[in-house]
């Protein structure tokens, strides 16, 4: 098993239970953890189902290549606008590239790593080809700063159990704390060099 930092992807196959060529109809619902690495799985009807589990981490930046350091961001946040402020001041040696969630290179990321596409309740953090969410995502970020902005890095060293509901409680709520823009954060002339290509709408 991959650890946190690593992405799984998994394929279903459903078939019958009585006969092994065809597809029953019914309900089902599957549903993945990334960064759990586990997935809970329910359907309704005499079906069977084989998992196979498979690297995701290429497929999922297939569309920005191994080699890209990203940051991922929901571009109506204005906490995640302002990360994306400071991120802009704090990498002197400009290292990062930086993505609009709601463009369609965000889009596709967010589609492919399984996490909703209107709903943005983390950051991705790419480094050397590595996807990083939530609490990790910021730390993966601090690390590549330079000066002593790596100290603030430790946070990746909580207990899940702690660091987790911390973010989400944060994300959940972000809107209603820090606000929210009417319209999606468009860069002017002087920031679109920072950005890849089709990371903004």
């Known amino acids: ?95 990062f590239k930086f993505v609009i969630a709601q463009s369609p290179i965000g889009q596709s990321l967010y589609r492919q790593l399984g996490l909703p596409t209107d709903e943005f309740e983390t950051n991705l953090v790419i480094v050397d080809g590595v996807v990083h969410q939530r609490l990790d995502a910021f730390a993966a970020a601090m690390r590549s700063l330079p000066a002593l902005w790596p100290v603030l890095s430790a946070c990746r060293f909580l207990p899940r159990f702690l660091k987790d509901p911390l973010y989400h409680f944060i994300a959940r709520h972000r809107f209603a704390f820090f606000g929210r823009f009417e319209t999606c954060l468009v860069p002017d002339s002087s920031l679109k060099a920072r950005f890849f290509p089709g990371g903004y709408a």
């Open 1 to 95: 098993m991959l650890s946190g930092q690593h992405l799984m992807g998994m394929r279903v196959e459903l078939r019958s239970s009585q006969t092994s060529d065809r597809w029953l109809p019914g309900t089902f619902h599957l549903k993945t953890y990334v960064s759990h690495c586990g997935f809970t799985l329910q359907w309704h009807g005499p079906v069977v189902a084989k998992l196979i589990w498979y690297p995701m981490q290429d497929r999922a930046i297939s569309d920005v290549g191994t080699e890209q350091n990203l940051i991922v961001f929901d571009g109506e946040c204005v906490l995640c606008s302002r990360f994306f402020r400071f991120m802009l001041w704090a990498d002197t040696k400009k290292r």
